[in-house]
């Protein structure tokens, strides 16, 4: 698509912040006024359409993706969003370990259990631990209390959550990943702990750590988003 516009600028109204183009207010996917809690979430999602060239990459667009799944998703229905994500929580990668005689029971103990145990003691829960693939639920009562985590959230948050979420295929990652001093990489790392352990034992694969790089930078600019609606 060619670029339409010359200008871009941020502005308020009653409602919140919004991205202007040439003077008129975007909206979302779904045809909603796409009104931002903050200003500086506004001023990131108008750099992204400032950084178009003459034609207009849509992949670029992380940021207004998540604004617009907080309007036209979240802010519908948010009582479906959140028990999505609950969801996550019924089956947490970092819950799932390898068999106890396996080296790599061992790499998650060292590496998951510390996460895990932060957030138990966090929301007064108790997450159990399952060895080998096959499911256990997680107690009612855990589940009830993420629930109540979630539902103390903003439209705009629980939206940076979801991507968060379905990018490490876990909510405690997710959730760590809010803390103002969470290290991106660090739980990366620990989301692809069973990647990177495939990899140290066959070898890396050129195509496979690209798609975890562009993978990585979506987590990244997912907790950026969180953190510029909290503003």
């Known amino acids: 698509m060619k670029r339409f516009y010359k200008q871009v600028s941020v502005g308020q109204n009653e409602e919140g912040w919004r991205v202007l183009l040439d003077g008129r207010g975007l909206k979302t996917v779904s045809g909603r006024a796409q009104v931002l809690p903050t200003q500086a979430l506004a001023e990131a999602l108008a750099e992204e359409w ?7 990459d849509p992949a670029s ?27 996550y929580a019924g089956t947490d990668t970092l819950c799932y370990r390898a068999e106890p005689d396996e080296p790599l029971h061992e790499r998650q103990l060292e590496v998951w ?17 399952i060895d080998g693939i096959m499911h256990r639920p997680q107690p009612a009562a855990t589940l009830t209390r993420m629930e109540a985590v979630l539902a103390a959230e903003s439209d705009h948050v629980l939206a940076a959550v979801n991507t968060l979420t379905n990018l490490a295929s876990s909510l405690v990652i997710a959730l760590a990943a809010l803390a103002p001093e969470a290290d991106a990489e660090a739980l990366w790392d620990v989301a692809n702990l069973e990647e990177d352990w495939q990899a140290s034992l066959w070898g890396k694969d050129a195509e496979a750590e690209e798609r975890r790089a562009q993978r990585l930078a979506v ?3 997912a907790m950026r988003y969180a953190r510029l609606a909290r503003n």
């Open 61 to 87: 667009f992380v940021l207004r993706d998540m604004a617009d799944y907080a309007i036209d998703v979240v802010g519908q229905d948010r009582s479906d969003a959140i028990r999505s994500l609950v969801a």
């Open 50 to 56: 400032a950084d178009q060239g003459d034609e207009i």
């Open 113 to 129: 259990e510390p996460l895990l145990h932060a957030a138990e003691q966090r929301w007064d829960v108790h997450f159990e631990r």
């Open 219 to 221: 987590f990244e600019t």
